[in-house]
């Protein structure tokens, strides 16, 4: 295990485009951006990247406003945030590269897929796509409204809901831990105004995007996903044609529940890419 001091230990801050951000990097080989998902930072691939690391250059980076990376002056926006994200990428050297994004990172993992030509193949973890079929939790859905929002984020970002929401989130609940618990809560916790926005990140996003994503792309689902659930996932193969594995006895965080296998999968994908 990686507590969120470790973590933070083995990262480095760079200015990327006069914006502070911080990342995780390690391994050596093809590059992989890791793009977490809402209210988290790149703490929540702590288990996976250094199982990635073995076979690739792992690069987990801090969203702009979460954990430890400044926000950007134009807010938390698909767009920006997209080109960001390439732009850390060119400054450290990977012209071509593949993306792992989940949840809400999913969304701005295919935006970039769809956007950047050095994008070579794109894999998602419960992406949180636009569907009727999306099973939110309440708080996410009442933050959607930006003046309740902020009152909502203001009593909910304290360690005990933190607690709640992570165990929600898994299929196993004992696998949310105290150093668990923290590290989500210090992603977070100067973090208001790109949480609230992250909320509201679905409206921008265009399903008919995705068919401008022309690289291998894959989808890795929890079947016990409550927060998006596996229905989303197939409307998304039956609209794309992708590859979908499906993690029997696993929740909406797949990359913290089940590390191994959701590498294994990964490094048969990327393996196959053209880079």
Known sequence: MVSWAEHVGMGLRRAVGGVETFSVEAGEGRPV??????????????????????????????????GL???????????????????????LGH??????GHSMGGLIASHLAASDPGVAGLALISPSFPSEGAGRPIYARLGENRALGGLLLRFLVRRWFIRRALRGACYRADIVDAEMVEGYFRSVEGARDPLLAGLTLREEFSMDSLERIAVPA??????????????VGREVVGRTGW??????????????????????????????LSW
């Open 95 to 100: 012209e071509r590269y593949a993306v792992v």
């Open 243 to 272: 590859r979908l594995e499906v993690l029997p006895e696993t929740g909406h965080l797949a990359q913290e529940e089940r590390p191994a296998e959701v590498f294994r999968i990964l490094e048969g994908f990327l393996g196959e």
């Open 69 to 91: 990376s400044k926000p950007l002056k134009g807010g938390f926006r698909l767009g920006p945030v997209s080109a960001h994200l390439s732009s850390l990428m060119q400054s």
């Open 33 to 66: 951006l890791l793009i977490h998902g809402w209210a988290s930072s790149s703490f929540s691939w702590r288990r996976l990247l250094p199982l990635l690391a073995e076979r690739f250059r792992a690069v987990a980076v801090d969203l702009p406003g979460f």
């Open 218 to 231: 894959l989808l890795v689902w929890g079947e016990a996903d409550v927060w998006v659930p596996l229905r």
